[in-house]
């Protein structure tokens, strides 16, 4: 008998022991036992860079959206997306090029447009003061702070084809679309 033992801790430790001897109790896991696979923690982060900026994307492979979540891995290790501003819009690209894009509409695309916007709004150090993000007739305006002009997007056609940006400056004028990287 240890000694260091509370004086009723030492018969919760033989009864312990004793069950030990017994045969052990067979688990009993729930007939759904796919959405309690947990992700690698280092894996995570990148989970909630898709389905917390569009939950809707859950829809499209319930109820955890492993198998989507998978496609994206195996593509973003390939093809190494940058880890700034344009990080959501290579997510936008990798939908849209994936199995699931027959599946989805104008929302998940400009979800991670504005996600990208924001991004771009929280970590630029250049004099713009906004961005505007254009895809395919869509278009996202995001200010840094409050704008001091009212603007309107650029009645400039948007290229066809793949995600394109421009900066505005403090009265609001545009830069010109360029290409994201």
Known sequence: MNHLLPAGASRLVRKASRRLRAEPVQPDYPSNSRCFV????????????????????????P???????????????????????TYHLNIGRWLLGSPYRTQIDDEPIEAFMAAAAARWINTDDSPAQGVILAWQGSTVLEWKGTPRATVEPPRTPV???????????????FSGWLPVP
């Open 38 to 61: 947990h992700l690698d923690a280092r894996l995570l982060p990148y989970w909630h860079s898709v389905f917390d900026i569009c939950p809707a994307l859950l829809k499209l492979d």
């Open 159 to 173: 290229p066809a084809g793949d995600f394109v940006w421009g900066s505005l400056d403090t009265r609001g004028e």
């Open 63 to 85: 109820p955890e959206g492993l198998n989507l979540f998978r496609s994206f891995m195996t593509w973003a290790y390939r093809n190494q997306p940058a880890q700034d501003w």
